[in-house]
């Protein structure tokens, strides 16, 4: 028996090895029989077993006393190291090293695997060795199917993780930016000292910089998880083009920087597309270009690819864009790195210029997803031009609207009946701002600062007619606002006639659209929102009419004291006079005269004062405070054009009122 118990060590002795590692993979000791792990001792063992890294959360399962792990035949078991064995047979279990849970692996090589199965089959037993052939690959079978379920499960909850991860990220961000934001573009519109308004802008820039980080890392979520969705919706290529510029108007004019775009004679304006992304690839690659372009111009080029024209019947067209710019180029071999996520065009990019790496692989895939191309050619220190060729539709044409005045949203005119409103919401900052600028809309608000508050505001009966449209963030401690909404909707019984409900979000993930827990709600914005899209969004829920009246007569037919000649006489020189002073005011503007244009918006405000065209008012006052102090120069142009508009519509309801008291 002794001789047996001899024979049976150095069996075992030759052909298996004992590991001991934890359970993070560590190796503790081992006796290298097979393998030579003394470089690992004290490292983790994870690269040399690579089957063991996949069983990571099934190994921290393992418990002393338990049933071993058995993995036999299994092939091409160790990397990294070499060997001539190929096939080993494998066992885990878990064992007490000094009170401690210790994972033990054993691994055996079967030197004689092959003379043995030869042997049977000169002995006629094929049955026995197809029975263990089988027996083998069902049990690899198996293991493949335990890994690739793990695999699964594992990619879910990663999934999972990263999901939640940006919702709350996303909100964490969006919510004290959106305050920030909001609060600093108000006291932007009514700052005249340069010196403050310079630090107002900055904090603007930054915060509006975080915004569009925020946006770059949910873009790329959203694109690695596949629900990335695009629209189809018309496009004025030539108004596309003027905004995008306008946008960077400030920047190119600090560095003294063209910018220039052209849009081919044959190339229709009106396509089919996704405006918003489009544009947001468009606004990166322009952004791009300006940021590092110090001198020498911008361009940006619209023509048909291959230069192929479109004919009257087709309806599908391929569009080339070009934005080249002159400024410092990429190198040669950092061109075909610049897509990848988080990859800059060298090392110092990020620390001279900014930016998270991510918008050009974000512009990649938004073009190939849409089934379009881009390419980039550059040359160091001689500039860079991108170019993609995208798929769109022709649009069909559009009858123009009659009697439409040229209204634009930044006119954002008081309500006629003061509306009631309900605002819910848990961040301080938040609610001053959107109080602000509802209440400049003639609206009452109510503040509450949860989902609960809100709730106990409607169950009384009289509250349910209180209000005539709420305002609910969507997060909030003690009651959500998706909470507080199903409450509100399903057990108050308040239907969406009664009382519209807009949530105020800082995101909307594709599991909360899935599990429609915005479903009750009306509509939704997402923060940091604009003054004009939450004023939109609250004249189409609410139906409610804004006030088209911007002549108030009452200072004027005071001071005349009855005189119907004098108040004929204001009313001719504003129709006649202040068209002219307008334009004198635009050509000093261009000519860059600030002190000469603050002079002559000074000479217009008189009478938009005596007709009580408050719209105006406001616009005439930061006029003439920005080009007295100089600030602000690139917001003068839109502010000019917005009095004109209200000049316009001024004019015929003047006519219009004149005709009626004749």
Same mark, same amino acid.
């Given at each position: 028996?002794?001789?047996?118990?001899?024979?049976?060590?150095?069996?075992?002795?030759?052909?298996?090895?004992?590991?001991? !590692?934890?359970?993070?993979?560590?190796?503790?000791?081992?006796?290298?029989?097979?393998?030579?792990?003394?470089?690992?001792?004290?490292?983790?063992?994870?690269?040399?077993?690579?089957?063991?890294?996949?069983?990571? %959360?099934?190994?921290?399962?393992?418990?002393?006393?338990?049933?071993?792990?058995?993995?036999?035949?299994?092939?091409?078991?160790?990397?990294?190291?070499?060997?001539?064995?190929?096939? /080993?047979?494998?066992?885990?279990?878990?064992?007490?090293?000094?009170?401690?849970?210790?994972?033990?692996?054993?691994?055996?090589?079967?030197?004689?695997?092959?003379?043995?199965?030869?042997?049977?089959?000169?002995? *006629?037993? +094929?049955?026995?060795?197809?029975?263990?052939?089988?027996?083998?690959?069902?049990?690899?079978?198996? #293991?493949?199917? +335990?890994?690739?379920?793990?695999?699964?499960?594992?990619?879910?909850?990663?999934?999972?993780?990263?999901?939640?991860? !940006?919702?709350?990220?996303?909100?964490?961000?969006?919510?004290?930016?959106?305050?920030?934001?909001?609060?600093?573009?108000?006291?932007?519109?009514?700052?005249?000292?340069?010196?403050?308004?310079?630090?107002?802008?900055?904090?603007?820039?930054?915060?509006?910089?975080?915004?569009?980080?925020?946006?770059?890392?949910?873009?790329?979520?959203?694109?690695?998880?596949?629900?990335?969705?695009? &629209?189809?919706?018309?496009?004025?290529?030539?108004?596309?083009?003027?905004? $995008?510029?306008?946008?960077?108007?400030?920047?190119?004019?600090?560095?003294?920087?063209?910018?220039?775009?052209?849009?081919?004679?044959?190339?229709? +304006?009106?396509?089919?597309?996704?405006?918003?992304?489009?544009?947001?690839?468009?606004?990166? /690659?322009?952004?791009?270009? @300006?940021?590092?372009?110090?001198?020498?111009?911008?361009?940006?080029?619209?023509?048909?690819?291959?230069?192929?024209?479109?004919?009257?019947?087709?309806?599908?067209?391929?569009?080339?864009?070009?934005?080249?710019?002159?400024?410092?180029?990429?190198?040669?071999?950092?061109?075909?790195?610049?897509?990848?996520?988080?990859?800059?065009?060298?090392?110092?990019?990020?620390?001279?210029? *900014?930016?998270?790496?991510?918008?050009?692989?974000?512009?990649?895939?938004?073009?190939?997803?849409?089934?379009?191309?881009?390419?980039?050619?550059?040359?160091?220190?001689?500039?860079?031009? !991108?170019?993609?060729?995208?798929?769109?539709?022709?649009?069909?044409?559009?009858?123009?609207?009659?009697?439409?005045?040229?209204?634009?949203?930044? @006119?954002?005119?008081? !309500?006629?009946?003061?509306?009631?409103?309900?605002?819910?919401?848990?961040?301080?900052?938040?609610?001053?701002?959107?109080?602000?600028?509802?209440?400049?809309?003639?609206?009452?608000?109510?503040?509450?600062?949860? *989902?609960?508050?809100?709730?106990?505001?409607?169950?009384? *009966?009289?509250?349910? +007619?209180?209000?005539?449209?709420?305002?609910? %963030?969507?997060?909030?401690?003690?009651?959500?606002?998706?909470?507080?909404?199903?409450?509100?909707?399903?057990? /108050?019984?308040?239907?969406?006639?009664?009382?519209?409900?807009?949530?105020?979000?800082?995101?909307?993930?594709?599991?909360?659209?899935?599990?429609?827990? #915005?479903?009750?709600?009306?509509?939704?914005?997402?923060?940091?929102?604009?003054?004009?899209?939450?004023?939109?969004?609250?004249?189409?829920?609410?139906?409610?009419?804004?006030? &088209?009246?911007?002549?108030?007569?009452?200072?004027?037919?005071?001071?005349?004291?009855?005189?119907?000649?004098?108040?004929?006489? @204001?009313? &001719?020189?504003?129709?006649?006079?202040?068209?002219?002073?307008?334009?004198?005011?635009?050509?000093?503007?261009?000519?860059?005269?600030?002190?000469?244009?603050?002079?002559?918006?000074?000479?217009?405000?008189?009478?938009?004062?005596?007709?009580?065209?408050?719209?105006? &008012?406001?616009?005439?006052?930061?006029?003439?405070?920005?080009?007295?102090?100089?600030?602000? $120069?690139?917001?003068?142009?839109?502010?000019?054009?917005?009095?004109?508009? @209200?000049?316009?519509?001024?004019?015929?309801?003047?006519?219009?009122? /004149?005709?009626?008291?004749?």
């Amino acid at each position: 028996m002794e001789n047996l118990d001899i024979y049976k060590a150095r069996y075992l002795a030759d052909r298996c090895q004992f590991i001991l !590692f934890t359970p993070e993979g560590k190796l503790v000791q081992t006796c290298n029989t097979l393998l030579d792990l003394n470089g690992y001792l004290n490292q983790s063992i994870f690269s040399v077993f690579p089957f063991l890294e996949s069983l990571q %959360d099934t190994l921290a399962l393992l418990e002393p006393g338990q049933s071993p792990l058995e993995f036999p035949r299994l092939e091409n078991f160790v990397s990294g190291i070499d060997t001539s064995f190929k096939v /080993l047979d494998c066992r885990i279990e878990c064992i007490l090293n000094n009170q401690v849970p210790t994972l033990l692996l054993v691994i055996e090589h079967h030197p004689d695997a092959y003379q043995y199965i030869f042997q049977i089959q000169q002995e *006629g037993k +094929e049955s026995a060795i197809q029975k263990e052939l089988l027996a083998v690959q069902n049990r690899s079978i198996e #293991l493949e199917k +335990e890994l690739l379920q793990l695999k699964n499960e594992e990619l879910k909850r990663i999934e999972q993780f990263k999901s939640n991860f !940006f919702a709350e990220i996303s909100h964490e961000l969006r919510t004290p930016l959106n305050g920030i934001i909001g609060l600093t573009d108000l006291l932007l519109e009514v700052m005249t000292n340069p010196h403050h308004a310079d630090y107002l802008k900055a904090i603007q820039s930054s915060g509006n910089h975080l915004v569009t980080i925020v946006n770059d890392v949910l873009d790329m979520s959203k694109i690695e998880s596949g629900q990335m969705q695009f &629209e189809e919706t018309h496009i004025n290529l030539p108004e596309m083009l003027q905004n $995008i510029v306008l946008s960077f108007k400030q920047k190119f004019m600090q560095k003294g920087i063209q910018v220039n775009t052209v849009l081919a004679a044959d190339v229709p +304006e009106e396509v089919l597309g996704d405006k918003v992304r489009l544009t947001q690839i468009l606004y990166n /690659l322009v952004g791009n270009a @300006i940021k590092f372009t110090s001198e020498g111009e911008v361009s940006v080029e619209i023509k048909f690819a291959d230069l192929v024209p479109a004919s009257d019947q087709a309806e599908q067209i391929q569009l080339d864009f070009i934005v080249k710019d002159s400024g410092i180029g990429i190198k040669k071999e950092r061109l075909q790195q610049i897509f990848e996520p988080y990859q800059q065009a060298s090392e110092q990019t990020t620390r001279l210029y *900014g930016g998270t790496g991510l918008g050009l692989s974000i512009v990649r895939q938004l073009i190939e997803l849409q089934g379009g191309r881009i390419s980039v050619s550059s040359r160091w220190g001689e500039g860079t031009i !991108f170019n993609f060729v995208l798929p769109l539709k022709l649009a069909p044409e559009i009858e123009p609207l009659t009697n439409s005045p040229d209204f634009r949203h930044s @006119i954002l005119t008081p !309500f006629d009946v003061p509306l009631k409103v309900l605002l819910a919401d848990d961040n301080d900052v938040n609610l001053l701002f959107a109080r602000q600028i509802l209440q400049e809309w003639n609206c009452k608000v109510t503040t509450v600062s949860n *989902g609960k508050e809100a709730v106990e505001l409607l169950k009384e *009966g009289e509250a349910k +007619e209180a209000f005539d449209l709420v305002l609910m %963030d969507v997060y909030m401690p003690e009651m959500a606002g998706t909470e507080a909404t199903h409450y509100i909707r399903k057990v /108050l019984q308040i239907s969406p006639d009664q009382l519209p409900i807009i949530a105020l979000t800082a995101s909307v993930s594709q599991q909360e659209r899935n599990e429609g827990v #915005l479903d009750l709600m009306d509509d939704y914005l997402i923060k940091p929102f604009k003054k004009e899209d939450l004023y939109a969004k609250i004249v189409q829920m609410t139906q409610i009419t804004k006030s &088209e009246t911007y002549i108030d007569m009452s200072y004027l037919e005071e001071v005349s004291i009855g005189d119907s000649s004098f108040i004929l006489d @204001i009313a &001719e020189l504003f129709i006649h006079q202040t068209c002219i002073d307008i334009d004198k005011v635009r050509a000093l503007m261009t000519a860059q005269n600030w002190e000469d244009m603050a002079l002559a918006v000074h000479k217009v405000k008189p009478t938009f004062k005596l007709l009580g065209i408050k719209p105006a &008012e406001k616009n005439l006052e930061k006029l003439q405070n920005y080009a007295k102090q100089t600030i602000n $120069i690139d917001q003068l142009p839109t502010l000019l054009q917005e009095v004109e508009d @209200i000049y316009q519509l001024a004019v015929a309801e003047l006519k219009q009122k /004149l005709s009626l008291s004749e």
